[in-house]
């Protein structure tokens, strides 16, 4: 069975003899091949034994093989296989139905064509079969996403010598080459799925669908066109630098139809799918349906299209940039008291984002959404770090340069520079919210694991864990919150540079007047010296409100409550002054007035002045309650447990011995 005679007919032979000894011949090898896998199995010492037997195999399908695609084409002339296309009209993309010979086939010949078809399957099935298991012997993984059916190619080859005499003729109209390609491949569709289908499922060919090899094989035809004829000359026209604008819109344009003729041809698939298959039984073929595949196996020519995709965009973005309007943020301000359920709106009015931050996000997205039908994850990736990447590290170069050209000073009453800044603020979170959902989408995370299963091995798995813009969103956070530290800075240090004298005024609290009732018989009212820096606070805190979103202005005031009550905390602490009876009153007044600029941000605001409020504990101690505890501080490091009975968690021993030593006012 294994003579090169069953391999070549006579010529008086019929067709059904010729038939059965190709049956027979394929079954004599699947027999053996179902030997070999149980000695792979049970015996793998006997790899010479294997290796001689695979080469006796691999010698008779060298010669089965091509007799049976030859017999196979044979067959396909006598059924007037191809189909004569009829040429688009001159000036239009009308094209004239197709017909269709297996579907006109007669019963003698569709029965001839069925064995064919049906040989060729099973001589397939045993390539596969035999590849998969050399490969499985050596520990290497077999690629099945774009495994075509031999029967259905055959079909494609002589249609495609036809239809690239047409699209030579169209260098300068490639959209008739995609209006031929997409009516050639629809109008056959249904045919082939009617008379095939049937075919390969008596066959036994698991997983297999006859309308996805179609298409695929129609695809990847038009695909090796534009690879060999039209981007390669494309690439060679790019490294000249005068026709570079010329090539870049040539290769833009032809991308456009390249993303609808892959929507089309994707939605022909999705055409009466029935919905009991197995999921993901078809995703090989299915992914592999893209004219996007040709930048899979050429890195150059991904790099290049990434670059046009970069300048367009950046052509796009850069007159926005220049117009002030688009960084001007809203004065849209949610009143009443702010609440985490707030934080939950993420739209670019509740995040108080400038215009520009949701132009660039879609240009972004734009570009992201061209390469959607890349077949290859890696290539997928690659491209979106060559566009997009690119594309946001410029654009975080600009939040810079508008950040560093906006200068905060302590001394301007102008709020533009206050408002400028917080638009940058709200711009950064703005994008960085987008970038951390864009992360999550499921094709985002396999393109991050396939990126780490390609990169160096690393030491730790540091990697593992991060997001696809990881490093994108890091900055963006990196950035925001040292704008804000600006802002709290440059507040803090103007509330120090207008309260200094207040803070070191000897005179300020030691009124010895003695009151009976100070509260009722005096007018109390804010320290002279005190006046002008909460004023300041206060301006500049109702500018920021409106100007900045609601995460970061919670962020900024606490910020900046937490930096005042250490400030005052402190600067009381380390000065002189002596309190008087009165001069604590007078305290606690301007402080009530300090804490309650804070209150129409929160309904507690004293909470977040500690230091402050222990302080007035401790000057409105008894006489007896003091020396008590100076005593007991004096003489006990760990004076926890008496300072906790007063209330007082914040401040240091040292702290407190400062304050009753020195700042109660002995009469």
């Not at 101690?621 to 100076?630: D, I, S, T």
Request: glycine letters at 2%; hydrophobic letters at 45%; one cysteine or more.
């Amino acid at each position: 069975m294994f003579s090169s005679k069953l391999l070549i007919s006579p010529i008086s032979e019929d067709a059904a003899t010729k038939h059965d000894k190709l049956l027979q011949a394929i079954k004599a090898m699947s027999d053996i091949e179902e030997v070999l896998v149980g000695v792979v199995k049970f015996h793998p010492q006997w790899h010479c034994l294997l290796k001689s037997v695979d080469t006796r195999v691999d010698k008779i399908l060298s010669a089965l093989r091509p007799q049976a695609l030859a017999d196979h084409r044979a067959l396909l002339i006598s059924l007037g296989w191809p189909p004569k296309l009829i040429s688009l009209k001159n000036g239009s993309d009308h094209i004239t139905s197709l017909p269709n010979p297996l579907i006109l086939m007669q019963e003698d010949k569709r029965r001839n064509y069925s064995q064919s078809f049906i040989a060729l399957c099973a001589l397939q099935h045993l390539q596969n079969r035999r590849e998969e298991r050399q490969l499985n012997s050596n520990l290497i993984k077999r690629d099945t996403q774009n495994i075509q059916l031999w029967a259905i190619d055959e079909l494609v080859s002589p249609i495609a010598s036809r239809m690239e005499c047409h699209f030579t003729k169209w260098s300068e109209q490639p959209e008739y080459m995609f209006a031929l390609a997409y009516k050639v491949t629809r109008d056959f569709i249904s045919g082939i799925d009617d008379v095939l289908q049937p075919l390969i499922d008596k066959a036994r060919l698991i997983s297999c669908s006859a309308k996805d090899a179609w298409v695929s094989a129609m695809v990847q035809m038009l695909s090796g066109f534009l690879e060999k004829k039209v981007f390669r000359f494309l690439t060679e026209r790019y490294k000249v630098k005068h026709l570079k604008p010329d090539v870049s819109s040539s290769w833009l344009h032809l991308v456009d139809l390249i993303i609808a003729f892959d929507k089309k041809m994707q939605s022909l698939l999705n055409l009466d799918t029935c919905f009991l298959a197995v999921p993901g039984s078809f995703e090989g073929l299915s992914r592999g349906v893209s004219v996007l595949s040709i930048f899979c196996n050429r890195p150059d020519w991904l790099k290049v299209w990434a670059k046009i995709e970069f300048k367009n965009a950046w052509k796009k973005l850069k007159p926005e940039l220049i117009e002030e309007k688009a960084w001007i943020t809203s004065k849209k301000c949610i009143s009443g008291i702010d609440t985490e359920q707030e934080f939950l709106l993420l739209t670019v009015e509740d995040l108080k984002a400038p215009p520009i931050a949701e132009f660039f996000l879609k240009i972004i997205w734009e570009m992201i959404e061209r390469c959607q039908t890349m077949p290859s994850s890696l290539s997928h990736a690659q491209f979106i770090r060559f566009t997009a990447g690119r594309f946001l590290w410029y654009f975080f170069k600009q939040l810079l340069f508008r950040f560093k050209a906006t200068e905060l000073c302590i001394d301007s009453s102008d709020d533009v520079a206050i408002v400028r800044v917080c638009g940058l603020i709200n711009a950064a979170r703005y994008i960085w919210i987008k970038l951390q959902e864009w992360s999550d989408v499921a094709d985002f995370l396999e393109m991050k694991i396939v990126e780490n299963d390609s990169s160096k091995p690393t030491q730790d798995d540091t990697m593992d864990n991060d997001c696809f813009f990881d490093e994108e969103i890091r900055s963006l956070s990196e950035m925001e919150t040292n704008w804000l530290m600006e802002i709290i800075a440059v507040v803090l240090r103007q509330f120090e540079m207008l309260s200094w004298k207040y803070v070191q005024n000897n005179d300020s609290f030691e009124d010895d007047q003695d009151y009976t009732n100070p509260v009722e018989d005096v007018d109390l009212v804010v320290s002279n010296d005190f006046v002008e820096a909460l004023d300041a606070l206060d301006s500049w805190l109702h500018t920021v409100k409106i100007s900045l979103n609601k995460k970061d202005f919670l962020d900024l005031w606490r910020s900046i409550a937490e930096g005042l009550d250490h400030y005052i905390s402190c600067s009381i602490v380390r000065s002189e002054n002596w309190f008087s009876k009165m001069g604590v009153y007078q305290f606690e007044a301007d402080m009530q007035a300090l804490i309650f600029i804070f209150q129409p941000y929160c309904a507690r605001p004293q909470a977040f002045f500690p230091c402050i409020n222990e302080i007035l504990k401790l000057l409105k101690l008894k006489k007896e309650e003091v020396k008590l505890m100076q005593t007991f501080l004096s003489n006990n490091q760990n004076g926890s447990e008496c300072l906790h009975l007063y209330g007082i968690y914040h401040l240091s021993v040292n702290q407190i011995l400062q304050v009753l030593r020195y700042k109660i006012w002995v009469g």
